[in-house]
Each structure stands twice: as C-alpha cells, then as structure tokens.
C-alpha cells in the first residue's frame, strides 16, 4: 500500500504560478500510474493530469491543457504538478493518486486506487 501527501497549495492571483508535490512512502510510486484531481466546492471530482510508470505518458484535462505539466521523479518517490497560468476556476482542492498501470496506458481517469489528503490551491482574480 502507498501512502500520498500533497503540499504546495496555497493562494495566488490570477496569471500566478503554483507547484504542487505528492510525496510517497510504504511502496515506490515506480509501481503506479499517478495522476492529479481536483474537486471545487459543489462540483464533482475532475482529472487534471495522468502520467505513466516511467513518465513517457501524460495526458490532461481539456481545462489545462497547455498551461499544467505533471512530472515525476521515480528516484525521490515524488510526482509533480506545475501549474501556470492559473485561473479563478483552478481554485479547488487537489489530490494526488496512484494506480494500476494500465490505466496511464488507456489515457484514463479510473480506477485510481490510493489517493492524498488533499491541498488547497485558491486562485484570486
């Protein structure tokens, strides 16, 4: 079983940037398809980004493409999500996953199995 932990969240203007971290620990985020969520206030749960194993796969939400990069770094047990251009309607919570690896492979939102705590990224205009 992998344990997540998010950090990085925080409050920034519109047009600011944020990084955030998901630290791992009880197994090695080498095992997992890992991918970024988030959920406002009163909307359902949203995929933001999905990277593969070996990080040679990402895919993205329609609503960053081109402005949110996830990475990972397999040898600090840490996945990545830089995210620029940030928008009021970025605001909500983000959560960090893992999963079987199959599901980077088909591009997809489910089944993720292990997820974070969750941070805070509120997005001011």
């Known amino acids: 079983r992998v344990q997540l932990v998010e950090s990085g969240g925080g409050s920034v203007q519109a047009g600011g940037s944020l990084r955030l971290s998901c630290a791992a620990s009880g197994d090695s985020v080498s095992n997992y398809c890992m991918g970024w969520f988030r959920q406002a206030p009163g909307k359902e749960r949203e995929g933001v980004a999905g990277i593969s194993t070996g990080g040679g796969r990402t895919y993205y939400g329609d609503s960053v493409k081109g402005r949110f990069t996830i990475s990972r770094d397999n040898t600090k047990n840490t996945l990545y999500l830089q995210m620029n251009s940030l928008k009021p309607e970025d605001t909500a919570m983000y959560y960090c996953?893992?999963?079987?690896?199959?599901?980077?492979?088909?591009?997809?939102?489910?089944?993720?199995?292990?997820w974070g705590q969750g941070t805070q990224v509120t997005v001011s205009s």
């Open positions: 996953a893992a999963g079987p690896t199959y599901v980077c492979y088909l591009g997809s939102w489910s089944p993720y199995k292990y």
